[in-house]
């Protein structure tokens, strides 16, 4: 058997094994409830075509935080950047495996957002590189202890005013369409926003491969990323 049907078996019964179990219902359009204890949470409307959340944000002074949402798929799965911005960090610890940072800079309303992508299979990107909305960053995979074996990407924003500490904020909050809207990335989209707006950290179903952006690298790719990001201020 060769990798890919090795990998797409694996995901197969990996799948079922959670359809059994009950913890993810299917693999795209769906997405997970809060535990009671956060406040607020947010209503989600999920795309049919994006792949589902597994495990929703949740902070709370009194329990075992998840600052971040898990969004489920198959190891080699691409992870795209969610808004243009500056890598600052690509780099493998031992809990989170392999992660890649990015830096969107400061917004209309001085606030900064920065992306956190973990459990990388691979990284595609290192500290410096400036990257466009949906460009492929890395891969989809199980890296470091607290991956648990299952494929998944652990995503987590932080948000914040410029020069200040950003804090841990509900990725939920910050879609393109609308709190709550995920909002599958879209190669032909307009995306254009004085604040802060994402679109989804991995692609969605039907993503046509010939629309994929050129990589931000060189002068021209940068001026584009740069029209998004506005100056990244460190
Ligand atoms: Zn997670």
């Known amino acids: ?8 078996a694996f995901f197969a019964l990996l799948i079922s094994a959670l359809l059994a179990s009950g913890c993810v219902p299917q693999t795209h359009g769906w997405a997970s409830v809060y535990k009671p204890s956060q406040h607020p949470k947010i209503r989600v409307a999920m795309p049919a075509d994006a792949p589902s959340i597994s495990q929703e944000f949740l902070f709370t002074t009194h329990e075992a935080k998840h600052i971040g949402i898990d969004v489920i798929g ?8 969610v808004a243009g911005g500056l890598v600052t960090g690509s780099y493998s610890e031992p809990m989170y495996g392999d992660r890649v940072v990015i830096d969107h800079g400061p917004d209309a309303n001085g606030k900064r957002a920065i992306s956190i992508y973990k459990h990388l299979d691979d990284r595609l990107v290192s500290e410096g590189t400036i990257v466009a909305r949906g460009q492929q960053i890395g891969t989809l995979g199980t890296t470091g202890l607290l991956g648990g074996g299952i494929p998944h990407l652990h995503f987590e924003l932080f948000h914040g005013a410029a020069g200040q500490g950003a804090v841990s904020a509900d990725p939920h909050l910050f879609w393109a369409d609308g709190v709550g809207r995920v909002t599958c990335f879209d190669p032909s989209g307009v995306y254009d926003f004085a604040v802060f707006k994402m679109t989804y950290p991995v692609r969605c179903r039907g993503y046509r491969q010939s629309q994929e952006p050129e ?11 740069d029209a998004e990001i506005a100056a990244v201020q460190l």
């Open 1 to 8: 058997m060769n990798h890919p049907e090795r990998n797409l």
């Open 74 to 81: 198959k190891v080699g799965d691409p992870v795209i950047a």
């Open 215 to 225: 990589p931000a690298t060189g002068e021209i790719a940068t001026q584009q990323a």
